[in-house]
Structures are given as C-alpha cells and as structure tokens.
C-alpha cells in the first residue's frame, strides 16, 4: 500500500512538472499570438484555466501527502499493538508451559511484511479437560477458593467465573 502511494505521489510530481512546461508554453505563445483570438483560444483565459488547475493540483498533492501520513502512523499502531500481544502470548506460554499452535502461512506472511518477530513453535495446545487429567494435589503450596472468598469478590467479576474452573486455573498456574 505504501509502494501505491508512492507511485501516486511521484505521478503528481509528474504532472506538476507538466503543467509548469505547459505554463511556459502558453507563455511564449501568448507573446508570439495576435490578441484577436475568439475566447476559448485566447492564451490568457488558458493560462487562467491553468492555473486553476495547478492550485487543485496542488491541494491534491498536499492530501496525498496526509494520507501517506495517516497510513504509516496507522500501520505504526498497528505493527505496536500487534507485537504487544504477541509478546504477551510468548510470556503466558513462558508462565503456563502451554503452547499455541503455529500460525497459518497467510499469518506468517502478515507477520513478516509488518516486521514482527514470529517463534516458530509446533506444538498443540492442550485442551482444559485434558490438562485436568493431571491434577496436582490441592496442597501444593496455594489455597483453593472457597464460596465464601468467591463472595467477596464484587458481583460483575464473579457471575464470570465458576468456582471450579477458577481453582483449576490456580492449579495451572502453581
């Protein structure tokens, strides 16, 4: 997208370049013409109709030159918030012993054109059913939630969370 602007910006280089050669043209003929031309090919209202022409120009090119702008800080937002989240999966696949899945050739590919940095892990991710299979014992060092210290928790954040899954993500993380 970058490279398409680009390519715009240089046509409207181009044409402004075009336009000045235009310019002086008419210029010259105007000076070399007699003044008894009928109004559409009177040099004066076409060095006028030019002119206009070149102040719209002009305008285009100063919006083109936002909008490059715009995009590459958007597309700097986007590379920030996207790499942010795959550090953060990194650190939770550190902290949890669990990976993901490896991505998808198309996600490579996104990855690599905006410069992030992709680990190449291939392993499944275990299920929750699956990795309850291996409990710990409930006395590892942590202590299990009761209804009671469940209760204390505020009602919005605890209609979200079941108690059961709540001390098996405990178990996880010890």
Same mark, same amino acid.
Request: aromatic share 4%; charged share 25%.
């Given at each position: 997208m970058e490279t398409t602007? $680009?390519?715009? $910006? *240089?046509?409207f280089l181009k044409s402004e370049a075009d336009l000045e050669y235009i310019e002086r043209r008419l210029t010259l003929g105007f000076i070399k013409s007699e003044t008894g031309c009928p109004a559409e090919e009177n040099p004066a209202v076409m060095l006028e109709n030019l002119r206009a022409?070149? *102040?719209?120009?002009?305008a285009l090119c100063s919006q083109v030159k936002e909008i490059a702008a715009a995009q590459k800080e958007s597309m700097d937002s986007i590379r920030h918030n996207l790499g942010g989240a795959m550090e953060l999966v990194q650190r939770f696949q %550190?902290? /949890?012993?669990? %990976?993901v899945q490896s991505l998808t050739e198309s996600e490579? $590919?996104?990855a690599e054109l905006l410069g992030l940095a992709v680990s190449e892990t /291939? /392993? $499944?991710?275990p299920t929750l059913g699956a990795a309850s299979g291996h409990q710990q014992p409930p006395n590892c060092g942590y202590e299990e939630v009761s209804d009671a210290m469940l209760e204390e928790v505020p009602l919005d954040v605890r209609s979200s969370v079941k108690l059961a899954d709540l001390n098996m993500f405990y178990q996880h993380l010890q």
């Amino acid at each position: 997208m970058e490279t398409t602007v $680009e390519k715009l $910006e *240089a046509m409207f280089l181009k044409s402004e370049a075009d336009l000045e050669y235009i310019e002086r043209r008419l210029t010259l003929g105007f000076i070399k013409s007699e003044t008894g031309c009928p109004a559409e090919e009177n040099p004066a209202v076409m060095l006028e109709n030019l002119r206009a022409i070149k *102040a719209k120009h002009v305008a285009l090119c100063s919006q083109v030159k936002e909008i490059a702008a715009a995009q590459k800080e958007s597309m700097d937002s986007i590379r920030h918030n996207l790499g942010g989240a795959m550090e953060l999966v990194q650190r939770f696949q %550190q902290n /949890t012993d669990l %990976q993901v899945q490896s991505l998808t050739e198309s996600e490579r $590919e996104s990855a690599e054109l905006l410069g992030l940095a992709v680990s190449e892990t /291939t /392993t $499944e991710v275990p299920t929750l059913g699956a990795a309850s299979g291996h409990q710990q014992p409930p006395n590892c060092g942590y202590e299990e939630v009761s209804d009671a210290m469940l209760e204390e928790v505020p009602l919005d954040v605890r209609s979200s969370v079941k108690l059961a899954d709540l001390n098996m993500f405990y178990q996880h993380l010890q």
